[in-house]
């Protein structure tokens, strides 16, 4: 089965999308990893990245926190990008912007303070993460933050079933648009390109946070 996260695959479908955000907003620990995101993005940000935005649930927290920011919410499924216009109907400053990232990121995007993700990066190749995290460092300012809220790879079978059992699933019935990937790997990655600082600043099974900074 062909997994690429593209234009074409059924994230362009309403009951995927749907079906989508009702598990994410139910899964366990969520809202724990995204107040350890928030703690890394400055008050002084005044441009943040969202990519994989979905319906706009990150952004949304970033702008509460930081009211005086300017925000793009990046997500190419219609159905997701519809929810997004609705969260962010009377808000000026989102703007949202309908972009594949199978494919390189927009020269017109310009620079960010902050660049964020949520639930989303998994879905790529291993080899289009790995340029992906690279047009990321490349979009920061100095001193800006990469924070990715990220399902990765469990590091036996037993933990990954214990992840599936967590979160209501069976091998037969998850995602198969899911290319898993493990932490350190990617930890690896983006020391390599350029960030310092990084870590997984949080984990619960599946779910972590990886952050690194632009010097």
């Known amino acids: 089965m062909d997994k690429k996260y593209s234009s ?9 999308a749907f079906a989508y955000l009702s598990r994410a907003d139910k899964l366990p620990h969520r809202t724990e990893g995204e107040r350890v995101l928030l703690d890394q993005i400055s008050p002084n940000v005044k441009r943040v990245l969202d990519l994989g935005t979905g319906d706009g649930r990150l952004l949304s927290l ?4 930081n009211p005086n ?11 997701m990008i519809s929810q997004a216009k609705k969260r962010f109907t009377n808000d000026s400053r989102i703007k949202i912007v309908k972009h594949d990232f199978s494919l390189p990121l927009p020269e017109s995007l310009g620079s960010f303070d902050a660049i964020v993700s949520s639930l989303a990066i ?11 995290y690279t047009e990321i460092f490349n979009k920061l ?8 809220l990220e399902h990765v790879s469990s590091a036996t079978n037993a933990l990954h079933l214990r992840f599936l059992d967590a979160t209501g699933f069976t091998p037969q019935t998850e995602d198969p648009s ?16 350029g960030f310092i ?3 997984c600043y949080w984990k619960w099974l599946e779910i972590a946070l990886l952050v690194g900074f632009k010097p």
């Open 197 to 199: 600082d990084v870590d």
């Open 141 to 148: 300012n100095a001193n800006g933050v990469f924070c990715n």
């Open 62 to 65: 970033i702008s509460l926190k």
């Open 178 to 193: 899911n290319i898993l990937l493990d932490v350190e790997t990617q930890l690896q990655w983006l020391r390599q390109i």
């Open 122 to 132: 998994h879905h790529l190749e291993d080899k289009r993460k790995k340029q992906l």
């Open 69 to 79: 920011i300017e925000g793009i919410a990046l997500d190419f499924s219609e159905p």
């Open 8 to 16: 074409g695959s059924e994230w362009q479908t309403i009951d995927h």
